[in-house]
């Protein structure tokens, strides 16, 4: 957690930590989220300003809320901070089905982002992708041929969007397509937003070899919109901390799993 923090400004930090109080109790009164963080009401209003701005809060009569999938799903900040270890052993995992000279397209998820820490055991690698926090991560690392998927830059997501995105990553042909999701729901992934949807689906379209990260957070969420069965994927990383009775449906149901 602290290395995390330190990736983040004094005002990333607590608007992070506002989204886990609603997280956790669904509302708060705007003047007890400034005790508890110890800033001034003037402070805790630019970071609601800045929370309802990207669709993740809603304030009422001098409280604040949040419908918790929404957040879950839309908050970069957020979910960076989740399960860190558990994203880790996937992302590890993640790298042992990636071979030098491999040309990667790579998805917007927290989840995802941890594999930039094992990247370089393989390089030379070409990483093609929409997310921010990848392209910070990788540009100055030597053998990491990094191209930056165009569109719309969405501040929930943290990374680019659209037409001009999905345009973009259907003109090329790669290796490995690595993905993980907002939340799996029987055999498929799911998730809230229509513009996440099309690009995770156009990545799949490009891939020869697909890849889904999935730590035990997934479970726990319902989203609107189907993506993807899990059969479509050549290995499913799932957290040993799943439930059993998940993992076996799930094999059962002949998705290609790998428990780590």
Same mark, same amino acid.
């Given at each position: 957690m602290?290395?995390?923090?330190?990736?983040?400004s004094?005002? #990333?930090?607590?608007?992070?930590?506002?989204?886990?109080? =609603?997280?956790?109790?669904?509302?708060?009164?705007?003047? #007890?989220? *400034?005790?508890?963080?110890?800033?001034?009401?003037?402070?805790?209003?630019?970071?609601?300003?800045?929370?309802?701005?990207?669709?993740?809060?809603?304030?009422?009569?001098?409280?604040?809320? +949040?419908e918790?999938?929404?957040?879950?799903?839309?908050?970069?900040?957020?979910?960076?901070?989740?399960?860190?270890?558990?994203?880790?052993?996937? *992302?590890?995992?993640?790298? *042992?089905?990636?071979?030098?000279?491999?040309?990667?397209?790579?998805?917007?998820?927290?989840?995802?982002?941890?594999?930039?820490?094992?990247?370089e055991?393989?390089?030379?690698?070409?990483?093609?992708?929409?997310?921010?926090?990848?392209?910070?991560?990788?540009?100055?690392?030597?053998?990491?041929?990094?191209?930056?998927l165009?569109?719309?830059?969405?501040?929930?997501?943290?990374?680019?969007?659209?037409?001009?995105?999905?345009?973009?990553?259907?003109?090329?042909?790669?290796?490995? +397509?690595?993905?993980?999701?907002?939340?799996?729901?029987?055999?498929?992934? @799911?998730?809230?937003d229509?513009?996440?949807?099309?690009?995770?689906?156009?990545?799949?379209?490009?891939?020869?070899?697909?890849?889904?990260?999935? #730590?035990?957070?997934? @479970?726990?969420?319902?989203a =609107?919109?189907?993506? +993807?069965?899990?059969? *479509?994927?050549?290995?499913?990383?799932?957290?040993?901390?799943?439930?059993?009775e998940?993992?076996?449906?799930?094999? #059962?149901?002949?998705?290609?799993?790998?428990l780590?």
């Amino acid at each position: 957690m602290q290395e995390e923090d330190a990736q983040l400004s004094k005002a #990333d930090q607590r608007r992070a930590e506002i989204i886990r109080i =609603l997280m956790e109790s669904g509302t708060a009164q705007i003047k #007890d989220l *400034a005790t508890s963080l110890e800033v001034s009401l003037m402070t805790i209003h630019r970071d609601l300003n800045d929370l309802q701005n990207q669709g993740l809060v809603r304030r009422i009569r001098g409280a604040v809320s +949040a419908e918790k999938s929404m957040l879950f799903e839309s908050s970069y900040l957020f979910r960076a901070r989740q399960h860190i270890e558990e994203k880790r052993r996937l *992302a590890r995992a993640a790298v *042992a089905h990636i071979e030098p000279g491999n040309a990667i397209v790579w998805d917007d998820s927290s989840t995802t982002f941890q594999v930039t820490e094992f990247i370089e055991s393989v390089t030379p690698v070409t990483v093609i992708t929409n997310a921010l926090p990848v392209l910070e991560k990788l540009k100055d690392v030597q053998g990491v041929d990094l191209i930056a998927l165009g569109g719309r830059y969405h501040r929930g997501y943290n990374g680019f969007f659209g037409m001009a995105c999905e345009n973009a990553i259907r003109s090329y042909h790669v290796d490995v +397509a690595l993905l993980s999701t907002t939340t799996i729901q029987d055999l498929a992934l @799911f998730t809230q937003d229509e513009h996440v949807l099309r690009s995770k689906q156009a990545m799949m379209e490009i891939a020869r070899k697909k890849i889904l990260l999935v #730590d035990e957070s997934k @479970f726990h969420f319902s989203a =609107l919109n189907y993506v +993807a069965d899990l059969r *479509a994927f050549d290995v499913v990383l799932v957290s040993g901390s799943v439930d059993r009775e998940i993992v076996e449906r799930m094999s #059962d149901g002949g998705v290609k799993l790998q428990l780590v």
